[in-house]
Nanobody, 122 residues
Framework: QVRLVESGGGSAPAGGSLRLACRVS?????LAWFRQVPENEREGVAA????????FYADSAKGRFTIAHDNTKNTMYLQMNSLKPEDTAVYYC??????????????????WGQGTQVTVSS
């Protein structure tokens, strides 16, 4: 059974940077980062295939965020630069063995981490 543990959340000023990490216990081919603010649906931020291939980004993340997976540590990262106040959310990592639709859709994933808070001040 796959287990996910996030770390690295916190506070940063607008324009600053944070790096999130998601330690993966077990194997999963698809990994992704999502975020959620109260009363909103979980939003896909970035996704990656652990076997290689191009990563996928939401428009809000393109050019600012970078997703990566370290196979030796079985850990996924999200480097977030040029942070904006609207990036404030709880960030979750997600995993699944297969996907039939958009890798940025929460319905594609059946395993989730506990979430880590990111707060960006203006």
């Amino acid at each position: 059974q796959v287990r996910l543990v996030e770390s690295g959340g916190g506070s940063a000023p607008a324009g600053g940077s944070l790096r999130l990490a998601c330690r993966v216990s077990g194997y999963s081919y698809y990994l992704a980062w999502f975020r959620q603010v109260p009363e909103n649906e979980r939003e896909g931020v970035a996704a990656i295939e652990t076997g290689g291939g191009n990563p996928f980004y939401a428009d809000s993340a393109k050019g600012r965020f970078t997703i990566a997976h370290d196979n030796t540590k079985n850990t996924m990262y999200l480097q977030m630069n040029s942070l904006k106040p609207e990036d404030t959310a709880v960030y979750y990592c997600a995993a699944d063995h297969r996907a039939t639709g958009s890798l940025l859709s929460a319905t594609e994933y059946n395993t989730w981490g506990q979430g880590t808070q990111v707060t960006v001040s203006s």
